[in-house]
């Protein structure tokens, strides 16, 4: 099983959980203004940006 964005960025980032929960609340909300914006290829590449990672996360993030 895959580990969460959150569980990444604590361990490979050393932030707190606080501090994984403000940048995963920063990404949501950059990642729901591109969707309605329709700028799906900046909404796609949001992971990356933010986290170093693959668009396979993109689902979390939006339930987040």
Known sequence: MRKGIKEIL???DGL???GA????????????????EGDYESAHDICADYFGLEPDYLDELIFF
Not at 23 to 34: N, P, R, S, V
């Open 10 to 12: 604590i361990e490979r």
């Open 21 to 36: 929960d403000a940048i995963l609340a920063e990404a949501k909300a950059e990642l729901m203004d591109l969707i309605q």
């Open 16 to 18: 707190s959980p606080e």
